[in-house]
């Protein structure tokens, strides 16, 4: 099965700008989703098809994908954007989606 | 809107099962598949299953193949996941989810606590 790795935690100060890895291999020819999971709630899609925003996400969240690292860049970090961050692919040889082991995103 | 709503929580014994349903509402139930995912207690999200709506066909993590079972009934709109012999490692949070046809889940219900102890 595909698999999809990120760094545990990041950390960052407010107003700084976080990113958030998630290796695979060629996952640049895969469509990479991201998810927001805030404590005690469930995942909310932030970034899909690489780096479409779903509407009521604010600009600040992007993505980018290439080689065998997409990235979740998270611009002028806020309080309120403490959360876990999971990257999501579809395998296509098994016809399931993947998700990546999770990042928790500290703000300082 | 698009909305998916789950059943309440659930307590359980080792070795029972539970069925945790998910209604939906606001868009055409046959047209996305639904998607179930565990997330254990200050874990990860763990890719369960998916039903296809329309036609009924399903698909299943090797991890819980022959122990869940997914089904929709396309006239209350509503999948329903199953999982018997359950055991303390179980418990968990379950979330059913919409997914779209480039592989998100584009919406998610708001989970459901299984929680298994003698």
């Known amino acids: 099965s595909y698999v999809l790795t990120q760094p545990p935690s990041v950390s960052v100060a407010p107003g700084q700008t976080a990113r958030i890895a998630c290796g695979g291999d060629?996952?640049?020819?895969?469509?990479v989703h991201w998810y927001q999971q805030k404590s005690g709630q469930a995942p909310v899609v932030v970034i899909y098809h690489d780096n479409d925003r779903p509407s009521g996400i604010p600009e600040r969240f992007s993505g980018s994908n290439s080689g065998d690292t997409a990235a979740l860049t998270i611009s002028r970090v806020e309080a309120g954007d403490e959360a876990d961050y999971y990257c999501q692919v579809w395998d296509s040889r098994n016809d399931h989606p993947v998700f990546g082991g999770g990042t928790k995103l500290t703000v300082l | 809107q698009v909305q998916l709503v789950q059943s309440g929580a659930e307590v359980k014994k080792p070795g029972a099962s539970v069925r945790v349903s998910c209604k939906t509402s606001g868009y055409t139930f046959t047209n996305y598949m639904i998607h179930w995912v565990r997330q254990a207690p200050g874990q990860g999200l763990e890719w369960m299953g998916w039903i296809n709506t329309g036609n009924g066909n399903t698909k299943y993590s090797q991890k819980f193949q022959g122990r869940v079972t997914i089904t929709r009934d396309t006239s209350a709109t509503t999948a329903y996941m199953e999982m018997r012999s359950l055991r303390s490692e179980d418990t968990a949070v379950f979330y059913c989810?919409?997914?779209?046809?480039?592989?998100?889940?584009?919406?998610w219900g708001q989970g459901t606590l299984v929680t298994v102890s003698s």
């Open positions: 060629n996952i640049g020819i895969k469509t």
């Open positions: 989810t919409r997914g779209d046809d480039v592989g998100a889940s584009d919406s």
